[in-house]
């Protein structure tokens, strides 16, 4: 019979655990590792968002080109301001308080979720706590006589907001629907299904230098009684902002390069005077339809 030799289960006297260096090296080794590949891992997650809000876009620039085409080749307004909304939406469970571009282009999209960009995490505030989906996008503002002369140059978009003014621009007028940004992205805490998407008055607002880009914001107080704190910012993914432009591809892009800046007509003519570049994206005017040119 064999028999087992109890050596056999003895441990060596000669092992030993992890010195406290040792211990001290491997967890400064895993801190390294997390260090570096952290930011890789919150980088691609990112991305994974940006590529999400790049479909949304192109999903709404589609939109866009179907109302164009059904309406004579006008591009969607931003707002009817002041829009007795009762008209439009007679069952108060639905009622939004305001007619905006969203509710144009809904039709054609049917599907309100294209409207939020899941790297907006920007809260919403409609001041009684319901203020239906989030709008992460912005359609650039068109105002006629505020562009180009003594009074300034802010209002050099394509869509129509207020009242007075008749319309949005048309196809025929932009000269370069490939050069010409139509959609972007903007963060706010009062931009949302049941009020409107939201607006810069001023278009040199999304290139200028001194707003924030997403996930940073300024904050304003406003908007309700009793007055709330509300959030701004251009939206960015890893800094770099989508734009979507009139021929329906969509871009992302640093914001301060969509323009030349500043952008003022002291500014533009000293530009012109010495042969450097006026390009400007934002831009409704081309060469060869209107002078100057900012393409």
């Given amino acids: ?28 080794i895993i801190a390294i590792l997390a260090a570096i590949l952290f930011p890789v891992f919150a980088t691609a997650r990112e991305k994974a968002r940006q590529t999400t809000c790049v479909s949304n876009m192109r999903n709404l620039l589609m939109a866009g080109a179907q109302y164009t085409q059904d309406y004579d080749e006008l591009l969607n307004r931003i707002r009817v301001w002041n829009y007795p909304w009762q008209q439009i939406y007679p069952d108060p469970t639905r009622a939004n308080w305001a007619l905006g571009a969203e509710d144009m282009l809904m039709p054609y999209m049917r599907n309100e979720q294209l409207l939020k960009c899941p790297s907006d995490s920007f809260p919403r505030n409609d001041c009684d706590g319901s203020y239906g989906t989030p709008i992460s996008y912005s359609w650039t503002h068109f105002q006629p006589n505020w562009d180009d002369g003594p009074s300034g140059t802010a209002t050099f978009g394509l869509h129509a907001y207020y009242n007075w003014v008749p319309r949005s621009k048309s196809l025929p007028e932009i000269g370069a629907p490939g050069d010409t940004i139509s959609i972007f992205e903007l963060w706010t805490t009062v931009s949302y299904t049941e009020g409107y998407a939201y607006w810069r ?25 009793p007055a709330i704190t509300l959030q701004f910012a251009i939206g960015g993914h890893n800094r770099i902002t989508t734009f979507g432009f009139v021929d329906g591809h969509t871009k992302t892009l640093d914001r301060r390069t969509t323009m030349a800046w500043p952008w003022t007509p002291t500014a533009i003519q000293a530009r012109a005077a010495a042969g450097q570049s006026n390009r400007n994206l934002l831009h409704w005017k081309v060469s060869g339809n209107y002078a100057p040119s900012y393409k």
């Fill in 1 to 28: 019979m064999l028999r087992c030799s109890k050596k056999a289960f003895r441990f060596s006297s000669s092992w030993r655990g992890f010195t406290l260096i040792e211990l001290l090296v491997v967890i400064a």
């Fill in 201 to 225: 008055w001023d278009v040199r607002n999304v290139a200028d230098p001194g707003w924030p880009t997403g996930p940073d914001y300024f904050t304003i107080t406003g908007w309700c009684s």
